[in-house]
Structures are given as structure tokens and as C-alpha cells.
């Protein structure tokens, strides 16, 4: 395909649209360790602690959950972020998709 275009060999590719991809002899792997950072410090949440399982058991959300109104901006931005982490997590894909059906009125129990 050089031959054909004029064009420049980067090497293996590194990061693509804030997804690192290691590729070795055993596969190409894919993680976005960077970017999951940057939303934890863009949401000030640095010193929350890590979880197995990010949904509390048993736990019944509701539209009409009557505590404190949350950003609803804010809210959107967050869920917006964690849907692009989905495509390295697909184990947050329940627990993004529940939390995103509270998008129109969010409280702070969202």
C-alpha cells in the first residue's frame, strides 16, 4: 500500500480516540486506565473508594426518588463519560444503563 500512497509508518499503534492498545505475541489488548483517571478527577472523585461491584445490592432506584435534585448537567456529562468507558469495561454496561434512565430527573441517590 506504500507503494501506492504517499504515506509514513508510525509503528504499532499506541493510543486510539483515548484507548491504549498494547499489542504483543499473545493479542492486542485494549484499556483506557488514562481516561478513567481524568473522569475520576474531572468528577472530584480521586479519593473515592474503589469497588468490585460499582450497584449496591438490593438497592430499587425510582424516578421519583425524593432526595436533593442533583446537576442535571453535570449528571449527563458523568453518564456520557461512562458510557465511553463501557467500550473497554462491558462488565459497567448494567450499571450505566440503569443510571442513565434517571438522566431527565436526577437526584443525588442517582
Not at 58 to 71: E, I, Q, R, T, V
Amino acid at each position: 500500500m506504500m507503494s501506492t500512497f504517499d504515506m509514513t509508518d508510525l509503528g504499532k499503534m499506541r493510543y486510539f480516540l483515548g484507548i491504549e492498545v498494547l499489542q504483543n505475541s499473545h493479542g492486542i489488548f485494549i484499556c483506557q486506565r488514562k481516561y478513567a483517571q481524568e473522569v475520576l478527577a474531572r468528577f472530584n472523585m480521586m479519593e473515592c473508594n474503589a469497588v468490585k461491584n460499582p450497584i449496591v445490592s438490593g438497592m430499587k432506584l425510582s424516578k421519583n426518588d425524593a432526595g436533593p435534585k442533583a446537576d442535571a448537567t453535570l449528571y449527563k456529562q458523568a453518564v456520557g463519560s461512562l458510557m465511553y468507558l463501557t467500550t473497554t469495561r462491558p462488565d459497567l454496561m448494567y450499571v450505566v444503563s440503569l443510571i442513565s434512565r434517571f438522566m431527565e430527573n436526577p437526584s443525588e441517590i442517582h
